[in-house]
């Protein structure tokens, strides 16, 4: 019963590249989170999906990052034109429903840098 | 103010010491987490609390809902404890996680 599944677990983008991150959740969820981490920060919310449904992108930038969850395969986070800036771990997490009795689950992070 | 504040942010403990680490919040809240990260690996969800107490092996977590306030304690810490870790809070009307910044633990042989 395989947890949650980024890959890659590390991403070297050069700056200007797109980055894209996946994420499939555990078996059985259909609510995926994403979460960013800076380096020597802590982590934040990014967005919030349900299966081809954004349900809160409060903390995505509002430039150049887009996340999706499509009906089949993995959620993707996209970020176009990567900048230094953008050098962070992503994590991933994934849930069953929302009521509080069912914790979120994390995956091991995608650690992206920009050359 | 952060919403989550946690202390201390740095904590070092010699083999065996009993550790405390708090956490503080000030919105409302439908569950706690306690997380732990290693230094370049994952997040493990420790606990999750809604209330009261809970215990695994010796970690211990408890809440106060009417004090806004959460301790997780570590009985006869061990080296393979030291680790970041991470309060964090589902907001009583959103279903994302609030998080503190951590409280970084070096246990020392």
């Known amino acids: 019963n395989a947890g949650v599944m980024q890959n890659p677990r590390h991403l070297v983008r050069r700056r200007g590249q797109e980055a894209r991150l996946r994420c499939s959740p555990m078996k059985g969820h259909s609510h995926v989170y994403w979460y960013r981490q800076l380096p020597e920060e802590g982590l934040k919310f990014m967005v919030y999906?349900?299966?081809?449904?954004?349900?809160?992108e409060s903390g995505m930038p509002k430039e150049r990052f887009s996340a999706e969850f499509p009906k089949e395969g993995p959620s993707i986070l996209r970020i176009q034109q990567v900048v230094r800036g953008d050098s962070a771990a992503y994590f991933c997490a994934s849930s069953r429903t929302v009521n509080s009795n069912q914790p979120q689950h994390f995956g091991d992070g995608t650690r992206l840098s920009i050359l | 103010k952060n919403e989550v504040e946690q202390s201390p942010q740095n904590l070092t403990a010699q083999e065996g010491e009993f550790i405390t680490i708090n956490c503080s919040y000030s919105?409302?809240?439908?569950?706690l987490h306690w997380l732990q990260q290693h230094p370049g690996g994952g997040i493990v969800s420790l606990f999750m609390?809604?209330?009261g107490k809970k215990k695994h092996g010796r970690l211990i977590a408890t809440i106060n809902i009417q004090e806004k306030h959460s301790s997780l304690h570590i009985t006869a810490s061990h080296p393979r404890d030291s680790a970041v870790y991470i309060c964090a809070v589902e907001s009583y009307n959103t279903d994302k996680l609030i998080f503190g910044t951590g409280t970084r633990l070096q246990v020392f042989p």
């Open positions: 999906l349900q299966k081809e449904n954004i349900i809160d």
């Open positions: 919105v409302g809240i439908s569950a």
């Open positions: 609390l809604s209330s």
